[in-house]
């Protein structure tokens, strides 16, 4: 994860009983697969001091889940971010920029891993066989690494968990056609704790800075 050596500077006060979100943190999804968080930094950074960028990867494969988080010092830098970057297109793909919201649950189990694919499976292969369930963010084949060729195992996200997990039931020991081996769909484990992982971190800020703006206004 890339982090800037700005501290945060809180400007906000929080009521008692009103839920906290975070402006400044924001939520970058529909990222192609090939762009590094060392990418993803770079095209945010000129619009003001960041606190941290992180790319969300498989941690085994490292394969891009195609969304991440971009964390700012400053509420206004991220307001910025959203106007001038959301529907931005990166290698050919329109990203979309929102406010990340921790109590979110809409990604989790949203990202399917699939395995037992015939070895001639392509990415568009998977968006075929998968995209009657829901809209998919993402799809990929993973490939060798010395020889290119298609491993047989693949990743496919969906915008919704309802989508992803009606595709697991659906899809789980089918035959492609084509094929005499029955596929294996499962909720990609990796991903779903990496997730949690973070929104934990995410929502443990959030809540410290609540606290602290609740002390701030009752001293003011």
Do not use: C, W
Request: overall charge positive.
């Amino acid at each position: 994860m890339f982090h800037s050596h700005h501290l945060a500077k809180e400007s906000a006060h929080a009521s008692n009983g009103e839920e906290y979100v975070e402006k400044r943190y924001l939520i970058v999804n529909y990222l192609p697969q090939s762009l590094t968080e060392k990418s993803l930094y770079n095209l945010f950074a000129p619009l003001g001091p960041l606190e941290s960028v992180k790319l969300m990867r498989d941690k085994k494969t490292g394969y891009s889940f195609g969304f991440g988080f971009v964390n700012y010092v400053h509420e206004e830098h991220a307001q910025k971010a959203i106007e001038l970057l959301n529907g931005f297109e990166v290698e050919n793909k329109r990203i979309k920029v929102s406010i990340a919201m921790p109590s979110s649950e809409f990604i989790k189990g949203s990202n399917l891993y699939i395995s037992n694919l015939p070895r001639n499976t392509t990415s568009e292969d998977l968006e075929r066989m998968f995209s009657a369930f829901g809209k998919i963010v993402h799809r990929t084949v993973l490939v060798d690494k010395i020889t290119n060729l298609p491993r047989g195992v693949g990743f496919v996200r969906f915008s919704k968990r309802e989508s992803a997990h009606a595709a697991l039931k659906e899809m789980n020991d089918t035959i492609p056609p084509g094929s005499v081996e029955p596929i294996r769909v499962k909720v990609a484990e990796d991903y779903g704790k990496q997730k949690a992982s973070y929104v934990a971190g995410f929502q443990a800020g959030a809540n410290l800075h609540k606290k602290m703006h609740s002390q701030s206004y009752r001293n003011d």
